[in-house]
């Protein structure tokens, strides 16, 4: 097997962060019990950049995903959560392609993986008309999944993992509960049945004034920030994995 994910942050991995700063995530856990699933090594490449939108994730990170030699079986793609987050935007366009991605991993005999991201609406400002966008971006996909018979994980309408501790402290990516939460979801949707990871119930959040104050300072206004600059996250970066690594078989974390 080889499997490449492309995508933006929630795809790279942010906000499961290991000792060393780098990010982890629910792909390169997917990878892992890909190769304990089956009982040996698999290839495994991750092309996503924090910050994409999805037409340079459909543009430029599927064609390199699609060039890598030898060519994948298997490819994950979820995108448009920073669309979604951008005013204006088109769920037409969204949509249209979403099914070009599909179609060109199709005509090249690869087996296609389709992900809705998790939804950060509850505990972000104006998370209303996130969850309006995302609901309705989720739910024109997923007929277009079945047609294709394609493997379909709604991570979007999953309830369970919108709750406060599965999300890091910026609030829109999820932490390393999260991570592996999604992650336990596309292996049993893959056909390796793996129970779905949840954290103890524990208290409800309580977030004080001071608390939101430095959320605001820390989170919120250097994201404005950036999108006053035209900036992104993601500027100048490319994807950790932009190659094929082997992923041993061996029990996954």
């Given at each position: 097997?080889?499997?490449?994910?492309?995508?933006?942050?929630?795809?790279?991995?942010?906000?499961?962060?290991?000792?060393?700063?780098?990010?982890?995530g629910w792909a390169d856990l997917v990878a892992a019990g890909l190769a304990a699933g089956l009982g040996?090594?698999?290839?495994?490449?991750?092309?996503?950049?924090?910050?994409?939108?999805?037409?340079?994730?459909?543009?430029d990170q599927l064609e390199a995903a699609l060039a890598l030699d030898p060519k994948p079986t298997l490819l994950s793609l979820n995108g448009g959560g920073n669309d979604m987050l951008r005013p204006?935007?088109?769920?037409?366009?969204?949509?249209?392609?979403?099914?070009?991605?599909?179609?060109?991993?199709?005509?090249?005999?690869?087996?296609?993986?389709?992900?809705?991201?998790?939804?950060?609406?509850?505990?972000?400002?104006?998370?209303?008309?996130?969850?309006?966008?995302?609901?309705?971006?989720?739910?024109?996909?997923?007929?277009?999944?079945?047609?294709?018979?394609?493997?379909?994980?709604?991570?979007?309408?999953?309830?369970?993992?919108?709750?406060?501790?599965?999300?890091?402290?910026?609030?829109?990516?999820?932490?390393?509960?999260?991570?592996?939460?999604?992650?336990?979801?596309?292996?049993?949707?893959?056909?390796?049945?793996?129970?779905?990871?949840?954290?103890?119930?524990?208290?409800?959040?309580?977030?004080?004034?001071?608390?939101?104050?430095?959320?605001?300072?820390?989170?919120?206004?250097?994201?404005?920030?950036?999108?006053?600059?035209?900036?992104?996250?993601?500027?100048?970066?490319?994807?950790?994995?932009?190659?094929?690594?082997?992923?041993?078989?061996?029990?996954?974390?």
């Open positions: 097997m080889r499997y490449v994910a492309i995508g933006d942050s929630f795809t790279e991995g942010m906000g499961d962060t290991q000792p060393d700063g780098s990010e982890r040996e090594p698999i290839q495994y490449a991750n092309l996503a950049i924090r910050g994409r939108l999805l037409r340079p994730i459909v543009d204006g935007g088109d769920l037409n366009t969204l949509v249209e392609m979403t099914v070009k991605a599909i179609r060109r991993c199709l005509d090249e005999g690869v087996q296609v993986l389709l992900l809705s991201g998790a939804d950060p609406s509850s505990h972000l400002p104006f998370g209303s008309k996130f969850r309006r966008k995302g609901d309705a971006l989720t739910n024109a996909v997923a007929p277009i999944a079945q047609s294709y018979d394609l493997t379909f994980v709604d991570v979007f309408h999953d309830t369970e993992i919108q709750r406060a501790g599965y999300w890091s402290g910026d609030r829109l990516h999820l932490n390393a509960a999260g991570h592996r939460r999604v992650a336990s979801l596309v292996l049993s949707a893959l056909g390796h049945e793996t129970p779905a990871h949840v954290i103890d119930p524990g208290p409800g959040a309580r977030n004080g004034l001071l608390a939101e104050a430095r959320y605001y300072r820390e989170h919120v206004l250097p994201w404005v920030q950036r999108r006053l600059r035209g900036q992104s996250s993601g500027d100048h970066r490319s994807g950790k994995y932009t190659d094929w690594i082997s992923v041993p078989a061996t029990q996954p974390a």
